[in-house]
């Protein structure tokens, strides 16, 4: 029994070991990595953000291309209408005095044009007496256009391109004489891949102009772009 005794009095006055230095300081490096990324773990999340906008910008692009391909689709469908229109009836849709007796809908008197060859009114005009009005009225009742045909606005409303300003048609714009086919604000940068695709790139020369005057194109700046029908 005094042999027991002696030893718990002896494992009692004994220091305990402390941890050793190595186990500290593997205690404070997990300690750290847990507080933390590492460099490598940076690097690959600036990786995937660079890639996430890469292909948001890359998307951007395509979304641009396929509405700039969508104007152009939209420029030779309304041509091919108005011409399909004037081969059928021998006038021009807009300028057609029979109008009102051809199609079934909703129709008047003043509905019909003068039948002089040329589309009275602005491009983007708001009154339904104005032949640039009633040439929508007259290609829906065609059939050539989607829409109603009736004695609302929507019946002469101008339609909508991708870009989301309108399309329009008159007589004479910028420095082009003849009719014109009006796609309405349509950014710079848009406007200058249209014209390097479909003219010379100046914006009061050729067959596809933005302005009477302006050589070049500004990126900031929206435009009414006309191409020669």
Do not use: C
């Not at 070991?17 to 205690?27: D, I, K, N, R, V």
């Amino acid at each position: 029994a005094a042999l027991t005794h002696n030893r718990r009095r002896f494992n009692e006055s004994t220091p305990k070991p402390q941890a050793s230095l190595h186990t500290q300081e593997s205690a404070m490096v997990r300690q750290s990595r847990q507080q933390g990324f590492t460099l490598v773990e940076i690097a690959i999340v600036l990786v995937i953000i660079g890639l996430l906008i890469g292909g948001v910008l890359k998307g951007q692009e395509m979304i641009t291309n396929a509405k700039v391909s969508k104007v152009e689709n939209d420029y030779r469908g309304i041509t091919a209408a108005i011409l399909a229109y004037q081969d059928r009836y021998g006038v021009l849709p807009g300028d057609d005095p029979s109008a009102s007796t051809r199609f079934p809908g909703t129709w008047s008197a003043a509905d019909n044009g003068n039948g002089n060859g040329v589309i009275q009114g602005n491009w983007n005009s708001t009154n339904n007496t104005n032949e640039s009005r009633k040439i929508w009225k007259h290609l829906r009742g065609a059939g050539f256009l989607k829409g109603p045909v009736d004695a609302t606005a929507a019946a002469y409303q101008q339609p909508a391109h991708a870009f989301g300003g309108l399309v329009g048609f008159e007589q004479a714009l910028y420095n082009l004489s003849g009719h014109v086919i009006v796609f309405g604000t349509l950014p710079g940068n848009v406007v200058q891949i249209l014209e390097a695709r479909g003219d010379d790139g100046n914006p009061s020369t050729g067959s596809v102009q933005g302005n009477a005057a302006a050589t070049t194109y500004t990126l900031n700046t929206n435009y009414n772009l006309a191409y020669s029908f």
